[in-house]
């Protein structure tokens, strides 16, 4: 690993390449910044629509015959917002797929009754399975979404999974319930990154287009941003500095947690769109302990989020899960302490929220106990 190293003043606007996709029938997310407009993700989405129709299979006699509609099927609703989908991608092993992203929430659209309709959005980190299915609000529970599990399992060929993530703290009573009756594993985070870009895809492409679309309508269940707290006593370090890694070092950090023995977390930077220079520096954070292995462990399982700046209170806020925020450092504010900080958020912001957290036994030291990837994301517009 190239060393870590401090240097506020070297800290630069990355200039980006950028990403185009030519697969054969994607849907293209352009996700572009507010800080940055030279920033671009795009992300592929292979769907596949079901038909909602009455009309039978036996209906079709003829092979060629149903071939031909389930064509002109896809045809017709791959331009049709009211079309649910249900899609498994053929060169995927479905045994691989083990855990799942999951949003179960309204959705800016009225119903005939003048309801806001609900929607079950389900998908893996690399998108091989994606479902959604409406619901009416008035069977919107745990027996709902637990037998809507099921049908998805079912359907798709999947096995249920071992885990699922999502990112609503309001829904977590009725995921977990759901979750825990078929021993599945529910897990609150924001680390749904593939499945919270694809609803900001979905809002422009399929919820804008519905024909109950309902302009200016807000989120019924916004993300919380809680007043952070104290961190716990276990996940302190001894010190802490700002630092900087090209971006080739920095996937080579990221492929390295698959062959050693390091804790973390990383990013499928490929799926999600990104392309930046490799000699581009992405900002970081890190933090040395000498009891790094055990507060790498600790910090192992809290679905670290991101690490913010927060040049106000002259503080770092470490947000894990989806509703946990702590003040994971402070520092004295002064004009050179401000200085850095806005220019390591600014960085940050540059690359499109990229950023990462490193634990080491020594600030000079050229190995990492943990590395984790991370992407502060807006939160999605439902």
């Not at 060929?157 to 999502?166: A, H, M, N, Q, S």
């Not at 924001?190 to 979905?202: A, I, M, N, T, V």
């Not at 769109?273 to 970081?284: M, V």
């Not at 040395?288 to 002259?314: H, K, P, Q």
Request: overall charge negative; some cysteine.
């Amino acid at each position: 690993m190239a060393t870590l190293s401090f240097n506020h003043t070297t800290v630069r606007t990355p200039k980006p390449k950028h990403f185009t996709i030519n697969p054969s029938k994607p849907v293209r997310i352009s996700l572009i910044t507010p800080s940055n407009k030279n920033i671009v993700r795009n992300l592929p989405l292979l769907r596949h629509f079901r038909t909602c129709s009455s009309v039978s299979e036996s209906s079709v006699s003829i092979q060629k015959e149903k071939e031909e509609e389930e064509k002109k099927d896809f045809e017709d609703e791959d331009d049709d917002p009211t079309a649910e989908m249900c899609y498994l991608d053929p060169e995927t092993d479905p045994e691989s797929i083990t855990d799942w992203e999951l949003d179960f929430c309204s959705r800016p659209i009225l119903d005939v009754r003048g309801k806001k309709l609900w929607e079950l959005v389900v998908c893996d980190n690399s998108l091989s399975l994606q479902y959604t299915k409406y619901f009416p609000n008035n069977v919107i529970n745990s027996i709902t979404l637990k037998d809507a599990i099921v049908t998805i399992s079912e359907e798709l060929g999947v096995p249920l999974p071992e885990k699922i993530r999502f990112f609503r703290s309001q829904m977590q009573t009725i995921i977990t319930k759901a979750s825990k009756e078929l021993n599945i594993k529910a897990i609150p985070s924001k680390r749904c990154l593939s499945l919270l870009l694809w609803l900001e895809e979905r809002y422009e492409t399929v919820y804008m287009r519905h024909p109950g679309f309902q302009q200016g309508s807000k989120p019924l269940l916004a993300l919380d941003n809680p007043f952070p707290t104290e961190l716990p006593e276990n996940l302190f370090g001894e010190r802490w500095a700002f630092v900087q890694l090209p971006y080739s070092a920095v996937r080579e950090e990221v492929s390295s947690l698959e062959t050693k023995f390091v804790f973390g977390a990383g990013l499928d930077l490929d799926l999600l769109g990104i392309e930046i220079d490799d000699k581009t520096l992405i900002p970081g954070l890190a933090v040395a302990s000498s009891r790094a292995t055990a507060l790498a462990a600790w910090m192992n399982g809290l679905e670290i989020c991101a690490v913010e700046a927060d040049t106000a209170r002259a503080s770092l806020i470490l947000s894990v899960g989806i509703s946990t925020r702590y003040v994971y450092a402070t520092y004295k504010k002064t004009p050179v302490t401000t200085s850095e900080a806005e220019a390591w958020e600014a960085a940050k912001k540059a690359c499109g929220g990229l950023h990462f957290l490193a634990i080491q036994e020594d600030l000079d030291s050229e190995d990492c106990i943990g590395f984790w990837l991370l992407l502060d994301l807006p939160p999605p517009p439902v």
